[in-house]
């Protein structure tokens, strides 16, 4: 998914791409960037094994066999998080003011995670990772002279 996120944010060929960086939320002089097509990804299970066989028939021939089983757990791959709220004083900015935490990242505030994208990472529009299997059956000889 790396290039479709990448492409998806490209401004060189469409200035209004629907995942552009805007890296200053802040600032409106400064132009948007192209997404790097990097997200944070869920954590899940991974897990597998292997069972092999080797035979070595004289000083000349070795033979190998394995199956291997893979297991990957279903994900999340757009799984940004929209900021950080920052706490603010009720009273202006002095040391000993009480802080306020509305628990609500300000839209156009330094709070906003500028690799965000309510393209990708609102719930709904996540894109997901169904579990996955994968099977590897190996085979091998080698003869000796």
């Known amino acids: 998914m790396w290039e479709i996120f990448a492409?998806?944010?490209d401004v060189s060929t469409d200035?209004?791409?629907?995942?552009?960086?805007?890296?200053d939320p802040t600032s409106s002089a400064d132009a948007p960037v192209q997404h790097p097509g990097v997200t944070t990804i869920e954590n899940y299970l991974?897990?597998?094994?292997?069972?092999?066989?080797?035979?070595?028939?004289?000083?000349?021939?070795?033979?190998?066999?394995?199956?291997?089983?893979?297991?990957?757990?279903?994900h999340r791959i757009s799984w940004t998080d929209a900021g950080k709220e920052l706490p603010t004083c009720s009273g202006g900015e002095t040391s000993d003011c009480e802080t306020i935490n509305d628990n609500v990242v300000t839209p156009d505030s330094k709070e906003v995670n500028p690799l965000f994208?309510?393209?990708?990472?609102?719930?709904g529009r996540r894109y997901l990772v169904d579990e996955s299997v994968t099977y590897v059956f190996m085979l091998s000889g080698t003869l000796m002279f």
């Open 117 to 123: 994208s309510r393209t990708i990472d609102l719930p």
């Open 7 to 9: 492409l998806g944010g």
């Open 46 to 74: 991974s897990f597998g094994g292997r069972l092999g066989l080797r035979a070595q028939m004289g000083d000349h021939a070795k033979f190998n066999a394995s199956f291997e089983l893979d297991y990957d757990q279903p």
């Open 15 to 23: 200035p209004e791409a629907p995942l552009r960086v805007d890296l």
